[in-house]
Structure formats: C-alpha cells, structure tokens
C-alpha cells in the first residue's frame, strides 16, 4: 500500500489513523489524525516517538509488537500536538501490506481520544460516501479503478473490525477476515447470502431481533451510527455483544449501490465494564472502608463503608490528606513509610495503625495497601481497605489480662500481693478501675486490693471504701452480689443508680468523680463457699460490658478462688512443712546428743588398746551406722525442698573416689566382698563440691554393700572423655526385678529385695544420690537383669578442662601440739569422755563447763585456743557465748568450734555469724577432733 492509497482509504475511518514503517516512520495520516492538531508537513517523514510525549523505548517497544501482529495491538500514547496541547489516546495497530515500490515493512495504527465513547463509529457514513465519490471518480480509470478497489479491499481484510459490504438488495459482496471469524461465515459462502442470514443480531436485553444497520443504510440512505446492547449470533450458536455502524455507497449522482457494515468484538470491554460495576458494587457494599489516595497521601476515593467508619461522607473527604483528616500525629511516620515501600516496591503493604474518627475517637485498623498502576504498570496511587479493629483488640486485651493474671495465680503464695497484682492487671485492657473484696472472719467485706487508670485516682477505691463501706442491703454492687451469690452486671450506670446508691452528698460527689459507666460484679465463689467478690468498672473510656464480658469476669473470678484456695492450702502445708523440719532437727539433735558420748567412748576404748578391741570396731560400726542414716534423712528433706547450695570447687574425681574407697572398705572387708577399682590415668577435674559428690559414691558403695552376699563382687570404673566423667558401681549382688527400676530412685522404695538384706536403710540413700548428682548438672542411671544377676548404677557427670590450682603451703599443727582446751556441754557425761579423748589424742589441757556464764567466765579467765562449745546450753545458749568473747580482741585467735546435736544449713549460718570457726554435728568422729586439732588457723604460714 502506498501513502496515497493510504489516505485514500484511511479518510474513510472514523477514527485518526497513521502508516508508519516499522521502525515507526510516518509516511502518511488521515484527515482524523491531522485534525487532532497536525499537519502533514509536520508529521511525514518524523518518527512517531517524536509526536508523543511517552518515552521513546516505551513508544518503541509498542511499534515492535504490532510489527510481529496482523491482529490489532491496543496501546496508549499521549500526543503533543503542534499547539503544544497533549492529548491521550487509545491506539491499536497491526502490521499491514508491504510497500509496492520500496518492499518495506509497514504499520496501520488507529487512534482514539479517550473521551471518545462507543460512538466512535457514528461518522461512519460520511466517511463511506467520501469512498462512493472517490469510487465514482476512479471508474474513469478502470485500471486504476482496479487496483484501488484491490487496495480497499487489502486495508478492509487487515483493519482490527469486521467489514461487510453488500449491493442495493443487501446481498453481501464482500467479507474481510474479521468479519468472517466473528459471524463463522468463509467469504466464499457468504457472497450472494443474505445480509440478515450471515448477520443474525439480537438486543441483549429482551432478546428480540433488532434492525440491520446496513439494511437501515440502505433504507434511508443515511449513516446509523453505533448501536448498543446488541449480540451478534454466529453461524455455529456462540454469541457475543459487539458495536455496528453502517454508511450507504453512493454512485456520483447520488445514488444508493450498496452499504459498508463495519462491527467488532466488544466482549473484552463489554466483561471489563461489569466487572467494573461488580467491583463499585462491592466496594459500596462492604463493611470495611476503602479508601484510594494518591503516593502523597491526598485521598481520591471514599466507599460507604469509610463513611461509616469514620463518620465523614465521600464529599467531605475526598480531596483531603490522610495525615490531617484521618491519622494522629504519633503514627504518621509509619503511614509515610508504608505509602513509600508501596511505591517504590510495587508490592502490598500491610499495617496496624489508629484512624481518627470525626467526633475525635480513635479507631484501631487494620490496614491493606495495594498499588493503583496506570496503563503501564507505573505506581499512580495507592488503595487502601481499612477494617475496623476494636473489638479484636478488645478481645486480645481481655485474653491477655486473662493469661497474665491465671500466670500470677498460679504462683499466688502472698494472698494480699497477688491480688493487687490482679487489679492492677485489669487496668487499663479490661477496666478502667477494678477493685478485690474478701470476706473476714466477722463475715464482713474488707477491700484487699484496688487499681485506677488515672494515677491522680489510684486511691479513690480504697478510700471511697473506707469511708462509705457499701450497705448490706444495698440492691446493687458487692454486698449484693455477696448476699445473693450470683454475678451482675450492669450495662450502663445511671444518674438514678448513682443517687440511690449514695451515702450523702459528699460520697455521691466521690460517685460522680469515678464517673461510673458500666460495671461487672462476681462472686469468688469455691465448692458453694462465697468468701469475697471482684468489681470491673468501665468509666471514662465509655467502655459497655456485654454477656461475653462477663462471662470472662466470672472465668477470672472462679480461677481466683481456686488460687486463692490453694494458696491457704500452701500456707497449712508450709506451716506443716515447717513442723516437720522442727521435728525432724529436733529428733536429730536429740538423737545425736547421746550419740556423742557412746563415739567419744568407744574412740576411746580403741585408743587405749582394749583387749575387746572387736566388740568396740563392731560398736564404731553400728554408730557410724545410726550416724549416718540420721544425716541421709536431714539430707534428703533439705534436697527435697531445694534447700541445699553446693559449694563448688575444681576437684580431681580421683581424690574423691579414694576418700570414699577408704571410708566404705571396712565394711567390705567384713563382708569378705571384693572390691575392684579402675581409674583413668589422667585426672578427672570436675566443678563440684567435694562432700557431696563423695556422698554419692559412698551411697553407691554402701548400696552394692548392703545387697552383694559374703564373697560377692563390686567393681567401681571411673573414666572420662572431653565432656563427661562416668563413674560405674557393679555388682553381683541379689540384682533387682524390672518393675523395679523406674522407682529405684523414688523415696523410701526397697521392695522385696530388702527382706534379706545384709544391712538394715531407711530407702532414702539412692534418692539422695539422684538428687546430688541432678544438682550438679549430671545424670544417674540403675540397670539390672533380673533378680540374683546383680545391678549397674552409672552416674555421669560434666567434667571441666582447668585443673585445681595449687593449695597456699602451711606447716599443719599436729596434733601432738600441747593446745589449751575448753570443752562446754550440758551433758556432764559427754563432757567428760570428749575431755578423755582430748587428752588421749595429745598431752592437751582441757576444761569443762556445763553452762552458758560459767563458759564465758572460763574461757575469759584462761584464753584457751580452741573452745568445743555446744550451742543449747542452759543460762546463755552457745550463739550468745561466741558473740560475747568474739567482742574481746585477745579472742581474734581463738578457734570457736560449735559442737551440737543441730546441722541444718540455718544452723551452721547462725554459727558463722555468732563468729564460729567451725560447725560440728554430733556425734564428732575422731578424725573430725584430728582436724580440729590441727586446724590452719593453729598452723605456722612458712
């Protein structure tokens, strides 16, 4: 197609048209195009990206993609036109016929002004009789004529619309190929039919047939413009709406030779328009407000649902800042934030924030930001749907006070404290004020606790019930729910509610200061007894409760009571914990005093070589024995109750493990059992206190003692390796069953097996060495494989890489020392075998004393060295003897040593502040005395 066939043809359009060459070349514009506010000197020969205001890769890249299309691509470009006017357009293009003459690519691109409406078309006949006359002109000419009409018909089967064209009878001549794939008609069949057979219409509405508008052209001669609402019905039954307009063809004397149908496919738009309508539609319908706004915040549209929301009509917002109308000052920043991420990001954002309401509310939102991109895809303004969340944060306000308050009922030990904890909980998520009351033994109410939103209120509550205690018979409040034993609740407070409620003028004054609104009262009620109540006050937030309210009141209130039920339990149980501890101390101190002296004795005796030397070593036993199950049941209260603080050190597992061998061998011996012994040949360092991890092994020797028959095995493996040390008691003992072990470790459990043991225990030594061991961040294991094939126990324990630092050297005094000694107990008879076992173990001056003062006196008198006092001593007790001379300088030196049936850690504190040396336990073991004797602090430093 050439320019000239071109203009020609393109004059006919009803639309503003351009040929270009591939590249976007103009060779050539319609009269339509050149009346947008060109010239044709001022466009042919220009590139088109000049013309357009639209970047210049943007406008390439469009002309690219209808260059490999014949179908019509749609596009929008914004046209400068020579008066500097921009106008935007909607254009679609397609590649057309090449030129004749130059073989070069060429593009056919129609454009439309946005405002133009779907009347496009309704110039059509003006257009069509500009063709008739050019028709009638070229006839002159028959080849020409010819290759016009050939040139026509080139452009019509290339256009984007359906063209028919028919004779004066209607009979159609010809079909372009968009004509032919709309009505499912080939051209070759259609020619000679009917118009009305190949082009079947229908209104979309009632579905009747309407009037051919090429027929109507025909008819009157006339241009029928565009139609609406029309569908067009293939020849195959498929529908679709289309737009149609038709213009007559005229011979040069005017008369009327046939018609040009021109039509398209309007089911894209026709889908865009309703899904349009549907979108307003839900927009106006939903709950949630949706707003459009611009990138900086101006906002563009406004749906109902915002208008509800915040109180303003579309009229009133629209126009407006988002940041000025809806957004208080503190969360600005966030809103800025978020617009930006949108925009620069061309993602969704979403947020929580607070809009202002028009009567100054805040209103709690959740926030949905999407991008609005234009026709290509660059971020114009930002959408935003907003939903109201008050209630939720309502809810998770009132969740949160719920979980926090049931966390501090659970650890509820101090009635008074946790219930004001409660209160305060309360304010401000779930009240504004809240107040506890209990019942007291006189059955009256007493206010325990109470908490304010406002802290210039905080102590209105409780001294507006100081001054006004609510009436017995009051119809409403605490008293009420008290007496009728069921919750209440109240809606909305009244002025009524207030005067009748009111002592006096001054108390309904204080009324009206806490400004009640709504309020919630509920019983604290456990197994039918009502024992106090827990008030919820809604005021100046102008809160409402509701049943769900209350229904969360009444879980709260009946989780108080069972916690504050517990918590007089724990009160009795710690009260009879304690009585227990007493008891038990005291039975240990009673115990252990006459211990003493049968130790002290029997030391003695084997000191001096006694020919019943046999007698006396199975005696030591036997109160060794005594001794030591008197110390496991002290031990494993203490441990129990968590009362026991290690007294870490870096220690080699080996020294621990020969101090245990050592103390546990003779009984071994007697036993004719064979112990073996396998240590690593490296030391083990461990952090750890040392008396106590020696606890744990003699436990597990004396274990595999106590149940191993005479000539048995015990074997005892310590190993390590970089991050645990194990030490392994094995037996060949009287084994266990395997019911048995997941309660070896449970408190006073011996089963069957201890019918025949060898020695007699109390079941409480393998729950001490668990508990020990647990303490010390390890573990401890039993294993046996039935009954008569011996037991396993495994302790592991973490191991540390540092070794034990080296020791300061003294010199030790010996005990072979001449010391000066003053022994102090009430019992006379222990007092003097500790005296003959002094004196035995050195050539010591010892004194004695029975009493408080005359200790005092004594030792005042004499300055000893080492004073053994006992603490219950009658006239002054030994904590009050130790303060005393400790008082005196010259006793600086002197080394105290508390001797006493009491070892509990209390005990031994109250020892280390009278100013003791050191903490003995009665029954003292002569290698206790020996270390006494040769303490460090009777030492010479080198």
Not at 459 to 475: E, G, S
Not at 584 to 601: D, F, Q, T, V, Y
Request: aromatic share 4%; with cysteine; net charge negative.
């Amino acid at each position: 197609m050439t320019p000239e066939q071109f203009v020609s043809v393109a004059n006919l359009f009803a639309e503003a048209a351009l040929l270009t060459t591939s590249e976007g070349i103009i060779r050539a514009g319609n009269r339509r195009f050149l009346g947008l506010g060109f010239s044709t000197t001022s466009i042919v020969g220009k590139p088109l990206s000049l013309l357009a205001v639209n970047p210049a890769d943007e406008v390439q890249a469009y002309l690219r993609t209808c260059a490999r299309n014949r179908e019509p691509m749609l596009g929008a470009l914004e046209l400068k036109t020579n008066s500097g006017e921009t106008i935007v357009c909607r254009c679609d293009g397609a590649r057309v016929d090449q030129d004749p003459q130059s073989g070069e690519k060429q593009l056919l691109i129609r454009f439309a002004r946005r405002e133009i409406s779907t009347t496009r078309f309704s110039m059509v006949n003006r257009k069509i009789d500009e063709l008739t006359e050019e028709i009638r002109r070229r006839r002159q000419l028959q080849r020409e004529l010819f290759s016009q009409q050939e040139s026509w018909r080139t452009t019509l089967a290339s256009i984007g619309d359906g063209v028919i064209v028919t004779d004066v009878d209607g009979l159609i001549t010809f079909m372009n190929p968009v004509a032919e794939a709309l009505t499912g008609w080939p051209q070759a069949e259609a020619v000679g039919q009917p118009l009305t057979t190949v082009f079947q219409i229908v209104n979309e509405s009632h579905r009747r047939p309407v009037d051919n508008p090429a027929l109507r052209a025909l008819r009157d001669g006339t241009i029928v413009g565009l139609a609406n609402h029309t569908i067009l019905i293939s020849r195959h039954g498929a529908e679709r709406p289309i737009d149609d307009s038709a213009a007559p063809i005229r011979e040069p004397d005017g008369r009327v030779v046939g018609a040009v149908l021109v039509f398209r496919d309007v089911s894209r738009s026709r889908e865009a328009e309703q899904q349009q309508r549907r979108l307003a539609a839900l927009v106006d319908s939903s709950d949630d407000a949706i707003l459009g706004q611009s990138l900086g915040g101006r906002i563009t549209d406004w749906n109902a649902g915002a208008e509800r929301m915040y109180g303003m009509t579309a009229e009133e917002a629209i126009g407006q800042s988002m940041f000025s109308l809806l957004t208080p000052p503190e969360h600005q920043d966030a809103l800025r934030h978020a617009l930006d991420r949108v925009s620069q990001q061309s993602r969704g954002e979403h947020l929580e924030t607070v809009r202002r309401h028009r009567d100054g509310r805040l209103v709690p939102v959740s926030v949905r930001l999407s991008p609005l991109r234009d026709a290509y895809g660059v971020v114009q303004g930002v959408s935003s749907i907003e939903r109201d969340i008050t209630d939720r944060k309502r809810m998770e306000g009132t969740l949160k006070f719920l979980a926090e308050a049931s966390k501090s009922l659970a650890s509820l030990v101090d009635l008074k404290s946790t219930l004001e904890l409660i209160a305060q909980l309360a304010v401000p998520d779930f009240c504004d004020w809240c107040a506890v009351d209990m019942v007291d033994p006189d059955g009256r109410l007493q206010r325990l606790a109470a908490a304010h939103i406002d802290p210039a209120k905080a102590d209105l509550p409780q001294d507006f019930y100081r001054r006004y205690p609510p009436r017995v018979d009051a119809p409403r409040g605490s008293t009420h729910t008290l007496r009728t034993g069921e919750a209440e609740l109240v809606y909305e407070v009244t002025e009524q509610m207030l005067l009748e409620a009111a002592h006096n003028d001054e108390h309904l004054q204080i009324l009206r200061t806490l400004n009640p609104r709504s309020f919630m009262c509920v019983p604290l009620e456990v197994q039918s007894r009502i024992f106090g109540t827990i008030t919820f006050v809604a005021a100046d937030s102008g809160r409402r409760y509701g049943d769900d309210d209350l229904a969360m009141a009444k879980d709260l209130a009946h989780r108080a009571a069972i916690a504050i039920e517990n918590a007089q339990l724990y009160q009795e149980l710690r009260q009879a914990d304690k009585r227990k501890d007493e008891f038990l101390a005291m039975l240990a101190h009673e115990l252990r005093n006459p211990l003493a002296p049968i130790r002290s004795g029997l030391d003695l005796l084997a000191l001096e070589g006694d020919s019943n030397l046999e007698t006396i070593e199975l005696m030591q036993g036997q109160v060794e024995h005594v001794v030591r199950l008197v110390d496991d049941l002290l031990d494993v209260s203490r441990i129990m109750q968590g009362k026991v603080e290690l007294r870490r050190e870096t220690v080699d597992l080996a020294s621990l493990v020969k101090r245990s061998v050592e103390t546990v061998r003779p009984a071994m011996v007697a036993q004719q059992q064979q112990l073996t012994v396998t240590q690593a040949s490296h030391p083990i360092w461990l952090h750890a206190d040392p008396v106590r991890l020696v606890q744990v092994i003699e436990n597990l020797l004396n274990n595999a003692c106590k149940y191993t028959n005479s000539g048995g095995r015990i074997e005892l493996l310590v190993v390590a390796d970089d991050h645990q040390a194990k030490v392994q008691v094995r037996d060949t003992g009287i084994g266990m069953d395997r019911d048995l072990l997941p309660r070896v470790f449970d408190l006073f459990t011996q089963s069957s097996r201890s019918l025949d043991r060898a020695q007699g225990g109390l079941g409480i030594g393998l729950t001490l060495v668990q508990k020990l061991v647990e303490l010390h961040g390890g573990e401890v294991t039993a294993d046996s494989a039935g009954p008569g094939l011996g037991s396993t126990f495994q302790v592991l324990l973490p191991v540390v890489s540092s070794q034990s630092p080296d020791a300061k050297k003294v010199v030790v005094g010996s005990s072979l020392h001449c010391r000066s000694i003053l022994a102090v107990d009430d019992n006379i008879g222990a007092a003097r075998l500790l005296t003959m076992l002094l004196q035995k173990l050195g050539d010591h001056t010892v004194e004695m004393a029975h009493d408080g003062p005359t200790a005092l006196a004594k030792a005042t008198q004499s300055r000893p060295e080492i004073v053994l006092l006992d603490i219950g001593l009658p006239g002054m007790n030994g904590y009050e003897v130790a303060r005393s001379l400790r008082a005196q300088p010259d006793f600086d030196t002197v080394l105290l040593v508390a001797l006493t049936g009491y070892g509990q850690k209390e005990d031994m504190a109250k020892s280390q502040q009278a100013g003791f040396d050191l903490h003995l336990v009665k029954p003292p073991s002569i290698d206790q005395i020996r270390e006494v004797l040769a303490h460090p602090k009777l030492a010479r430093p080198e």
